[in-house]
């Protein structure tokens, strides 16, 4: 590692004055670890659609009920809202060029996903407890 | 966000198509269907946990023709990105980027997607036939 120069940060950065915020790398690597957990969590609730989709109310419901089925629906709805919503600031920040429509996407995107998950997890939770 | 004059995408105007393009143009269109089609989960388990009515009218929507054509763009929405997903989980690693090797990568994310579809609804469908 010593052939490395000590300065990490791009020359650009100083010279514009107009660096990145530096969160671009944790935005890649949380979308990647998301990822690899959403090819777990599609494939396993695919299956779990499969076996709801001829089920009536009550079995649907003791389905989701079951312990290990309530916890990976909670973590599939947490993980792919959060890989949702770093996937659609993405596309936003590439295609929405006047400010004020991005700035708004975002925030929007943002509220909707936490206020879905909050939801969704909720659901479950009431499910689960029998509530 | 820098105040800097820079080529900002898209520039789809400025290349040949080609099969990596559409593989990429696929995964960012597929992505914002899932985001949408991940608040039919929501709305799903709200329902589910809302009571028998309210996953009556649930079931009712899905079961519809409009529904059925929507899951339907959607497991192939899911497949697609999932495979497509994979394989860029893959060139993260370094791995896959000789130009032959991209291109039928490209292929592969495409096929294996329509014949998960494919199995899916068969199975769904045939299961369907036998209820």
């Known amino acids: 590692m010593s052939a490395y120069p000590k300065e990490y940060r791009n020359p650009l950065k100083k010279a514009r004055g107009l660096g990145s915020a530096q969160h ?44 290990w089925n309530a916890v990976l629906l909670i973590a599939f709805v947490v993980t792919a809202f959060w890989h949702a919503v770093l996937g659609l600031q993405v596309v936003i920040e590439d295609y929405v060029h006047t400010r004020w429509k991005e700035a708004t996407l975002l925030m929007a995107i943002k509220f909707i996903a936490v206020l879905a998950t909050l939801a969704g997890v909720l659901a479950v939770l009431r499910i689960a407890l029998g509530a | 966000m820098a105040d800097t004059r820079r080529p900002l995408s898209p520039h789809l105007s400025v290349y040949k198509w080609q099969v990596q393009m559409v593989t990429s143009i696929l995964h960012r269109a597929t992505g914002i269907a899932l985001s949408v089609g991940l608040l039919l989960i929501a709305w799903g388990l709200l329902a589910l946990a809302g009571g028998e009515e309210r996953f009556g009218h649930f079931t009712a929507f899905v079961g519809s023709p409009v529904g059925i054509i929507l899951l339907i763009g959607w497991s192939w929405a899911l497949f697609y990105h999932l495979c497509n997903g994979i394989r860029h989980l893959v060139q993260d690693g370094g791995y896959g980027y000789e130009i032959v090797q991209f291109v039928r990568s490209s292929w592969a994310s495409i096929i294996v997607s329509l014949l998960l579809t494919a199995a899916v609804w068969a199975y769904v469908l045939t299961l369907g036939a036998a209820a």
């Open chain 1, 24 to 67: 671009g790398v944790s935005h890649w690597w949380v979308q990647r670890v998301t990822a690899v957990a959403l090819v777990g969590l599609g494939i396993w609730l695919v299956a779990l659609v499969l076996r709801v989709l001829h089920a009536d109310y009550a079995a649907a419901r003791e389905l989701v009920a079951r312990p």
